[in-house]
């Protein structure tokens, strides 16, 4: 959930700390079968909850940007967006990690509120958000 600068000055980074056929992965927000008016209202709104500029893109917005960062695009794949459901959260924190976010959660209200508003927006836009993760080899 990065501005569109700092997404360019990521891939810039990798792409020089990289050799040639190095491969680099990432795994982020996507926008799914979505009008130009919903890509507005959702950025407007995610913006506003993780008080970042927050521009996800389409499957094809991230191809391109790894594309003129000098990349080639080697593998791709689009799930449903699932960050902040607990099943996943258990997933990719294990059960200890989940309760310990979940304490922390608790004891910080704003915190909490943000994260809640965060689902809120998630399950909302649902139809509209998927999780994307691309292999890319350097050239």
């Not at 795994?27 to 009008?35: A, P």
């Not at 995610?46 to 499957?59: F, Q």
């Not at 699932?82 to 959660?105: C, H, M, P």
Request: some cysteine; glycine content about 8%.
């Amino acid at each position: 959930m990065q501005t569109q600068n700092s997404k360019e000055t990521i891939l810039a980074e990798a792409h020089r700390g990289l050799r040639t056929g190095g491969r680099y992965g990432l795994h982020e927000l996507c926008l799914l079968d979505t009008s130009q008016d919903e890509v507005k209202k959702l950025r407007k709104e995610l913006s506003e909850i993780v008080r970042v500029n927050a521009t996800p893109l389409t499957p094809i917005g991230w191809s391109e940007l790894l594309l003129d960062a000098g990349f080639g695009i080697t593998a791709e794949r689009i799930r449903p967006m699932e960050l902040l459901q607990v099943s996943r959260l258990i997933e990719d924190e294990g059960i200890i990690g989940t309760v310990k976010l979940a304490w922390n959660l608790v004891h910080d209200a704003k915190a909490l509120e943000r994260v809640f508003s965060m689902q809120r927006l998630f399950q909302k836009y649902h139809r509209h958000l998927g999780a994307i993760s691309l292999v890319a080899r350097r050239h």
